[in-house]
């Protein structure tokens, strides 16, 4: 297996003092490295990792040298725009490492919302003509960087290593941040599904908070025709909300996400907030100020204020909560508002062991939860 330092010392060694990303859990031990190990605003964990190509773009441009980007192969499709239409050859050309963590790669079981992904990933490399080198556990560290910032720097432009699973030796985070509210996710989870409606819909978040909706839905003997998993395109599950409220004005339509997901695409509130003739969406934030579901890498979420970026956005009820009492008094209010409505819900970061996985597949789901919506 790579030794995390070892790899983070071969790449200063190359020139490269600039990182930035988003978190993935096939990276997380070199991400935690890099956190624990890179001074101040030298690391970056970026909203998106099409904002990471705008860093390391930027950084290049000031300071002669490759940065790093890291990300899931999820998050490519969010720097496809700024790789072809900056970094590229025939616009800017802008040297830069890409470190992608291959999820779903073929013949290795992965979640449904990784098979295709993985499938294409290296097509879609070449498609944009990125070079590249598959990298894993017995991968020389020295051989693989010295020929990617090598054609980096010579031909002037991005250079990708798509990395395989338990590539990286494991790397426990120092830099951990606890709080101390009352509940994690879970908890939160259970409680607001406890206070919904028969009627009411749920749209949850990419990761953890979806798989924790399920499972509950499960203890509870329910079905999952009311929720609809985003088990995929994390950030844009506000939007899935608005446009099932636009459409389904008798219910009131639930969305659970996440400050990282918030963040990733946080344009949504402000069209979320314009659309002044919707009454029933309802938007919680269940804020851990990290990255939990993949590492629990921290977000700017406990820093920056939520509800105040909401309500200038045009939400008509913005709230924040993290006791339980207040928590269910706010969501009987918020229930009952007619508008767009925000509560943001702070919690502690961490999941249990045992959390399994959806055990529908997303066509199935699918099919139920819209045949309970067209009812
Ligand atoms: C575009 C994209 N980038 C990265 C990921 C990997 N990923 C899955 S869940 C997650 C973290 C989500 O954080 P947050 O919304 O704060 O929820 P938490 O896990 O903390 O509950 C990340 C980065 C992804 N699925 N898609």
Redesign the pocket.
Known sequence: MINTSKFYNILVSKGINFFTG????LLKDICAYISDNVEGNRHIIAA??GASIGLAVGNYLASGKPSLVY??N??F??TVNPLLSIADNDVYSIPMILLIGWRGEPGKKDEPQHIKQGEVSEELLRAMQIPYQIIDENSDVNVVLDLAVKTAMSKKKPYALLVRKNTFEKYKLLKDTKTSFPLN?EGAVKLIVNQLDDSDVIVS?????SREVFEYREELNQTHEKDFLTV?A??HTSSIALGIAIEKKDRNIFCF??????L?HMGSLAINGMMKDVTNFKHII?N?G?????GGQP?V?FDIDFPKIAYGCGYTLVDSASEINEIKDKLKVMALHKGRALLEIKVN?GARESLGRPTQTPIENKIAFQKNLLN
């Not at 988003?22 to 859990?25: G, T």
């Not at 990290?290 to 993949?294: E, N, Q, R, T």
Request: glycine share 22%; proline share 3%; hydrophobic share 20%.
């Open positions: 988003v978190p993935d859990s998106n990792e990300m899931q999820s998050g499709g969010n996710r978040t990419t990761g953890k908070t995929g994390m950030g996400d996440g400050d990282g997901s918030v990733m269940i851990n990290a990255h939990d579901s993949v977000t979420g970061k």
